[in-house]
């Protein structure tokens, strides 16, 4: 019989789902360092990063019934990492990750719809991921997302050239904002080509 620190991620969320409570800590175990680590990254602070890793994770373990297994445990795990890191800096109002951070429901659609760009030495290699991640998007979807946020197209603009209302290109702009705020984060944890992978 294999011990649990033989069994696959896949193997011990099955046990941990039967109230297994060895198989949960084998795989806080196997994933808190590496979680701790990817919060350090973004949140640059010791302690602050040590409390929203043990949150989160323990969030992400509550929800392990909605893991589908669509991709790995671990990407799914990271993404929730990322959501909780990106939820900390705007509660204190920092950015120090690049994300596409625009409300795009704000009454004023005339704002500045530019990418985030946190720190000038990362810059080039940052959009390099961000680019590349909706250079693979559908070509309508990559489209109305750079018109947007790189040629700053106001909502009317969009809804003349797509015709379709206010809130149908609101709703468009949301969705594929999100995914690619996550994606970005799966690129920055295991690589670019295993984001691509996921689209």
């Not at 033989?6 to 099955?14: P, R, V, Y």
């Not at 204190?92 to 005339?110: F, I, W």
């Not at 149908?168 to 984060?185: C, F, H, T, V």
Request: charged share 30%.
């Amino acid at each position: 019989m294999k011990t649990f620190s033989q069994l696959s991620d896949e193997q011990l969320i099955t046990a941990i789902l039967q109230d297994d409570k060895n198989a949960l800590g084998e795989l806080y175990n196997r994933y808190f360092k590496k979680v701790y680590q990817k919060c350090l990254s973004v949140l640059k602070e010791e302690d602050i990063a040590f409390d929203v890793a043990q949150d989160s994770i323990m969030k992400a373990f509550d929800k392990l019934d909605s893991f589908k297994g669509n991709a790995q445990f671990s990407t799914w795990l990271y993404i929730i990492i990322h959501r909780d890191c990106l939820a900390y800096l705007r509660k204190k109002n920092k950015t120090s990750v690049l994300s596409l951070e625009e409300n795009v429901y704000e009454d004023d659609e005339e704002k500045s719809g530019s990418f985030a760009i946190p720190h000038e030495h990362e810059e080039a290699e940052q959009e390099k991921i961000m680019f590349a991640l909706i250079d693979h998007l559908p070509a309508e979807e990559k489209s109305l997302l750079l018109l947007k946020y790189q040629q700053g197209k106001s909502i009317e603009d969009l809804q003349a050239s797509y015709h379709l209302t206010s809130s149908a290109i609101k709703m468009r702009l949301k969705r594929s904002k999100d995914r690619i705020n996550e994606l970005y984060w799966v690129a920055l944890a295991s690589g670019l080509s295993t984001a691509l992978a996921l689209m």
